[in-house]
């Protein structure tokens, strides 16, 4: 990595940490870390039919893989209670399986089809439901920060037990929002949990290009709250961080920032080829991939054989391939659709009477 560019110094410096491969201490029993095993996996699975639906033309729209930080977004959100809010964004499918939603709806989604969460007006992760704690993502980065710290207070308003949570990446924690939400959430001292992930990269941008900090926990102390840095290829390091933020926030000692240091493992989205990222550094952190290193942990405890993990992923397949046979043969929405659930009861009267504001 002594390559550089533009005199901007070293390319990249987001290497992996060495290889040592034993994960977190964990209070998780047997059970429920093959629940976890199963949600990576799942994660996993569902990404890579989506890339090949994708090469086939049948998504509708972009692929923002999370392949290689599936502990993240599954380790935090497994942390969660039920009555708790999430704020996913493009890379969270997996917080968004842990929370419940299925194989089905992300295959109509990101097909477009007439039965998909938002009859086929939207594409990839972009929906939410409230009366299951989804809140929808939102393509600016960082404006789901602000949004979540005031579902927190809603929350606390409304004598909710509720903590709320969203993920924003490296890049994003440069943006206003980041700093005008995290801020807000502290002063007011609300439950609110951030995830940073930390994936090396801004779409082409290494992240030592876009801030001048080895760790965006850092920016935590500027707030007044807990920072702390975990190891986002562990599931089981990342669900106990998370864990303690949850309770902490629950009890009512105020948010946190937990940045999970991880890698992306494919380009931006399905159409980059990640020409930009040195070879080594996949090389690197291919030997750190959170499912293998969780894989070899279960079979090294003695909590699971080569089969029961091979039997649960012959289970994911058979599911994933019922769904994306269904959403294949699924109709896409009528045209008039598009006019459906723009209002709420339909147009205001002016505007049918000659336009909004007209004199
Ligand atoms: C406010 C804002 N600026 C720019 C963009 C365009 N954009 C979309 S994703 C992306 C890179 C995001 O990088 P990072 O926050 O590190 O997340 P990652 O893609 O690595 O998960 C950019 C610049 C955007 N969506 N919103
Ligand atoms: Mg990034």
Not at 152 to 172: E, P, S, Y
Request: glycine share 12%; aromatic share 6%.
């Amino acid at each position: 990595m002594a390559k550089t560019s533009r005199g901007l110094g070293p390319l990249h410096p987001q290497a992996a940490p060495a290889a040592a491969d034993r994960l977190a201490r964990t209070s998780l029993g047997r059970e429920q870390q093959l629940e976890l095993y199963r949600y990576l996996q799942l994660t996993r699975m569902t990404e890579a039919r989506l890339g090949n639906l994708y090469r086939q033309g049948k998504v509708v729209g972009g692929l923002y893989s999370s392949r290689g930080q599936e502990a993240v977004s599954v380790g935090s959100a497994y942390a969660l209670a039920p009555q708790d809010v999430i704020g996913p964004i493009i890379r969270n499918l997996g917080a968004m399986l842990v929370r419940g939603v299925q194989p089905r709806e992300v295959m109509m989604q990101y097909m477009a089809r007439a039965d998909s969460p938002t009859g086929g007006k939207d594409a990839n992760t972009h929906f939410g439901d409230i009366s299951r704690g989804l809140v929808a993502p939102i393509s600016m980065l960082g404006a789901l920060i602000p949004v979540m710290a005031g579902v927190a207070l809603a929350g606390r308003m409304l004598g909710k037990d509720l903590v709320a949570m969203t993920w924003i990446g490296d890049g994003g924690t440069s943006t206003g929002d980041f700093h005008e939400g995290l801020n807000l959430a502290a002063v007011l001292n609300v439950p609110f949990v951030l995830i940073a992930e930390n994936n090396g990269y801004a779409y082409s941008t290494p992240t030592e290009r876009q801030m001048r900090i080895k760790n965006i926990a850092v920016r935590a102390a500027a707030y007044g709250i807990p920072g702390e840095v975990v190891d986002g290829n562990d599931v089981l390091a990342v669900y106990e961080v998370t864990k303690r933020a949850v309770d902490r926030a629950r009890a009512g000692g105020g948010p946190s920032l937990v940045e999970a240091k991880t890698f992306r493992m494919k380009g931006h989205a399905e159409h980059d080829d990640a020409g930009y990222v040195p070879p080594e550094l996949f090389e690197q952190w291919r030997l750190r991939d959170p499912i293998d290193r969780f894989h070899r942990h279960l079979l090294a405890e003695g909590l699971a054989s080569e089969d029961e993990l091979a039997a649960i992923a012959a289970e994911i397949d058979k599911v994933l391939d019922a769904e994306v046979d269904r959403a294949l043969a699924s109709p896409f929405p009528p045209p008039e659709r598009a006019l459906e659930g723009v209002y709420e009861e339909g147009p205001p009267a002016e505007a049918e009477a000659g336009g909004v504001g007209a004199p």
